[in-house]
């Protein structure tokens, strides 16, 4: 860590105790390309690494290091009861909120006025490849390096871990590596496959969204005649209000919703609406998963997954021929380069495809996995639409005290759609208590 810091009060939050830490840490963790700065001589490249812990007039509790989904997404903006597993969790913990680098408040990339923020002082925006590189140092395994500065900030000698979807495989890199500091590691929806290719992931992404299109289609027929309606519209391009041509790639990403629990239903509404109407495009525009406000979410979404090796727009490669020509079958986390290709993605197109052609390192490894004895539990979703169940199920059999608990009665936001019992049952399970 380059720099000490300790944490101040921050944000008055009714019920809750708040702190904010930032603190300044190397961009370069060892794990990403080398930087392209200009000059010579200089400091190595540093950002800002922002979390908020919130508690309860118990100050003595332990901490509880909760890591976001993603990737490029900031932790919640939390309340005394939203997100729902909260409340439950503030009764055995203090909070640790980490903004994931390049995001929230840690130093977040993005494109405004006209040019690419977030980026080290020296860097070329305008090099498409120089970013690209620089964007190589914000996955899982940079991420744990600086959830590491926090905890020594902290003063914690262990603490407990809680990783939803890719949050979880930014857990399971922390076992990897750590294991000494976690006191129980919790996973809700983010197992990751352990040395596969992102192609074999999403193969059966592909397959589960079939699935869930399906019966989508047959429990609301007339949303099957509207996505084909959709998609006959958008083969000779449908304008959105934020500069986005809608090509049949945007139109089968609406499969997100399907995802998550309620997602069906909203979906049907989201499809009701007459296509040339203002309130229509814009709907369409804000359903979209990929968009401009978190941009890395969709330039380095597929490099999550990567356990070694280049991703190459895996997902479009492993889409099948029935998805490619039947409107009706949708996509949930599935990116292609159509995506880049208008909107305000566009700006990202070049860095994208550098960062589809990175050769990325392992992240995880089997042996190691297998002597982390920590006590861990991990809420596997039956029908999950974006982290296969088999895969989950492959990695949980690595870690010795691990307690996969398999379940269909949640998608894979169980853990925000649970009002708290997705926690309470994966914290019985690592206590023995169940």
Same mark, same amino acid.
């Given at each position: ?66 890591? #976001?989904?993603?990737? +490029?997404?900031?932790?919640? !903006?939390?309340?005394?009861?939203? =997100?729902?597993? /909260?409340?439950? @969790? &503030? ?72 990783? #939803?979807?890719?949050? +979880?495989?930014?857990?399971? !890199?922390?076992?990897?590596?750590? =294991?000494?500091? /976690?006191?129980? @590691? &919790? ?248």
């Amino acid at each position: 860590m380059t720099d000490t810091a300790t944490a101040v009060p921050g944000l008055r939050l009714p019920g809750l105790t708040v702190e904010e830490l930032t603190l300044t840490v190397p961009v370069d963790r060892g794990y990403g390309q080398p930087l392209s700065t200009s000059g010579t001589g200089e400091e190595p490249a540093t950002l800002e690494v922002f979390a908020r812990i919130l508690g309860t007039k118990d100050s003595a509790k332990p901490y509880l290091l909760y890591l #976001q989904g993603g990737p +490029g997404h900031e932790a919640f !903006r939390a309340t005394q009861s939203s =997100p729902g597993w /909260i409340e439950r @969790a &503030l009764k055995d913990f203090r909070i640790v909120m980490l903004d994931q680098r390049g995001t929230g408040r840690s130093t977040p990339i993005g494109w405004v006025d006209g040019h690419i923020t977030g980026l080290p002082a020296g860097l070329d925006a305008t090099d498409p490849e120089a970013v690209a590189g620089y964007l190589t140092h914000l996955r899982a395994d940079s991420i744990i390096a600086d959830a590491e500065d926090v905890r020594q900030a902290l003063g914690a000698e262990q603490w407990s871990v809680l990783g #939803q979807s890719f949050g +979880g495989f930014c857990t399971l !890199r922390y076992l990897n590596e750590h =294991p000494e500091v /976690i006191r129980e @590691a &919790l996973f809700t929806g983010g197992l990751p496959a352990v040395g596969r290719h992102p192609r074999e992931v999403y193969a059966a992404t592909w397959q589960q969204m079939t699935a869930k299109s399906r019966a989508f289609t047959a429990r609301y027929p007339q949303a099957a005649a509207k996505l084909q309606e959709l998609s006959a519209r958008a083969a000779s391009g449908l304008e959105l209000p934020d500069g986005t041509i809608a090509t049949g790639d945007h139109v089968r990403l609406l499969g997100h919703f399907l995802g998550a629990s309620g997602g069906a239903e909203r979906l049907a509404y989201l499809l009701e609406g007459d296509i040339d109407t203002a309130a229509f495009r814009y709907d369409f525009a804000a359903a979209l998963p990929f968009a401009g406000r978190n941009p890395l979410y969709a330039v380095v979404h597929e490099s999550c997954w990567a356990d070694g090796g280049v991703t190459d727009w895996a997902a479009e490669a492993a889409m099948p021929e029935a998805v490619r020509t039947d409107p009706t079958l949708m996509a949930g986390e599935h990116m292609t380069p159509a995506v880049f290709t208008t909107g305000p993605l566009a700006v990202w197109k070049n860095i994208a495809e550098r960062v589809a052609a990175h050769e990325w390192p392992r992240l995880w490894d089997a042996e190691k996995l297998r002597s982390a004895e920590v006590p861990a539990a991990a809420a596997v979703y039956f029908e999950d639409a974006y982290v296969p169940q088999q895969y989950s199920l492959e990695t949980a059999s690595l870690l010795p005290q691990m307690r996969p608990w398999v379940t269909n009665e949640y998608e894979h936001n169980g853990l925000s759609a649970s009002s708290g019992a997705v926690l309470d049952q994966l914290l019985k399970l690592t206590r023995d208590e169940i």
